[in-house]
């Protein structure tokens, strides 16, 4: 199919660049993060400035190609095709405030320059656990991070925004001035609006404490009932996470963990030492490698192995209500099945806190969900994805019963939409709203179900 006369004109026009598929440049430009995840879009813009948008959004509206922001390649979904896709990688501004704890940070930038900037100030930012995500992409999504049971959300931090509506008009907005905007903004992603720059609230942490527990795959079932035990009493200030992994017997990993399986207790506690309530942890089975102290969200985005580099991968997210006995010791016993291979590991997040009391209004919400759950399995070359797909597909199903009644969209998987995220009522009043901000829909629709 030929390149609308529109979007060809734009090569000339722009400050920034416009790649067409026929360009050197198209290919690495329209690769997502997960590189298992195929996006052909008809073109790929990186404008300079905002008036670079404005252009855009002239050609999109003369096209009929809407525009798909994507900052930095994560949260892929699907091919866009028929759209053009924005990076925003030249919006990189980066302003910190300690005095009044809030940080301005443009829609290119990583969570990365925002954790080093905050380094040893006693403020820590709402950041996910991996250092390159995109800071607007993240929180617009929801976000959870390792700070969310004491400061809620990413996007429960969204103070304001710049916003560039579709009519061209870029201007400043916050609940005063357009609370509808910012309730969409608070979860739904870009579908209002082409978001610039976001302000954000930062987490006061004046003493932030760190336990890394490692334990036998043995020791498992009573491990994970403390934990589970230990969210009615944990206070608001401490956060955590908890990682099942099993290695696979390949002779380039070291010989203390190839083959092996073992479960991960890592808490964060953003006021100091909580010895007392992790001891409950420790005291329920044999500790084989414990690390605890004081540290920071730098030096654990150092630790957090989180791939630095776009990589293949799958998975799947459950939000669950509960995480009763009969769920763990399943889940568990799931875990170890030889056909369970291809899951690599699975995470286990504490909810709760803040998460119940949300701050500020928006359309994301983990607000009496219990716990979020994540399974891995990478994609290896040569390997067949068919045994990966039918082990997520058993873990949904044995989750399935307990499944809570929302997630964010930052935990949904390619084919899920907002559906999943929010109400029957919400969803319209989404619709709504986009029929209001962009009526001739120059942006891409995301996530709302079609």
Do not use: K
Request: aromatic share 4%; proline share 7%.
């Amino acid at each position: 199919m030929s390149t609308h006369p529109a979007l060809v004109a734009l090569q000339e026009r722009l400050t920034g660049t416009l790649l067409l598929p026929e360009d050197d440049a198209y290919d690495a430009a329209r690769q997502p993060w997960n590189l298992a995840i195929e996006q052909r879009p008809d073109a790929v813009a990186i404008p300079a400035d905002v008036d670079d948008l404005r252009a855009l959004l002239s050609a999109a509206r003369e096209s009929g190609t809407p525009l798909a922001i994507q900052p930095n390649g994560h949260g892929a979904s699907g091919s866009l095709a028929g759209t053009v896709l924005v990076r925003m990688g030249a919006f990189d501004d980066l302003e910190v405030d300690l005095e009044s704890g809030i940080v301005r940070v443009g829609t290119g930038v990583r969570w990365g320059a925002v954790v080093e900037a905050l380094e040893g100030s006693g403020w820590v930012a709402p950041a996910g656990t991996s250092p390159v995500v995109s800071v607007a992409g993240y929180t617009l999504g929801g976000g959870h991070s390792w700070f969310s049971r004491t400061a809620g959300l990413g996007s429960d931090n969204l103070r304001a925004a710049w916003v560039l509506r579709t009519d061209g008009t870029h201007e400043r907005v916050d609940d005063d001035t357009d609370a509808d905007l910012m309730w969409a903004l608070r979860g739904a992603g870009g579908l209002v609006g082409i978001v610039t720059a976001t302000e954000i609230d930062l987490v006061r942490a004046p003493a932030v404490w760190g336990a890394n527990l490692t334990f036998d795959v043995a020791d498992a079932p009573a491990v994970v009932r403390a934990v589970r035990d230990l969210a009615a009493s944990a206070p608001s200030t401490l956060n955590v996470f908890l990682n099942s992994m099993r290695m696979p017997d390949a002779p380039q990993l070291p010989e203390e963990i190839r083959g092996r399986s073992f479960l991960t207790v890592q808490a964060l506690s953003a006021d100091g030492s909580q010895e007392e309530l992790i001891d409950t942890i420790r005291r329920a089975g044999t500790v084989r490698r414990e690390i605890t102290g004081p540290t920071s969200p730098a030096a654990l985005a150092a630790a957090s192995n989180e791939p630095t580099d776009p990589t293949p991968g799958r998975g799947a997210s459950m939000a669950l209500s509960v995480l009763d006995d009969a769920t763990i010791d399943a889940l568990l016993e799931f875990r170890e099945l030889p056909e369970q291979w291809p899951i690599m590991g699975i995470d286990i997040r504490m909810l709760g806190g803040a998460l119940d009391a949300p701050r500020r209004e928006g359309f994301a919400s983990l607000e009496s969900v219990g716990w979020l759950l994540h399974a891995l399995v990478p994609v290896i070359p040569g390997v067949p994805a068919e045994p990966g797909e039918m082990s997520l597909e058993a873990f949904r199903e044995l989750l399935g019963p307990n499944e809570a009644s929302q997630t964010v969209a930052t935990f949904l998987e390619p084919e899920q939409t907002l559906e999943r995220c929010g109400s029957d009522d919400e969803i319209a009043r989404l619709r709504d709203l986009r029929a209001r901000f962009d009526p001739h829909a120059v942006l891409h629709d995301g996530r709302l179900p079609r």
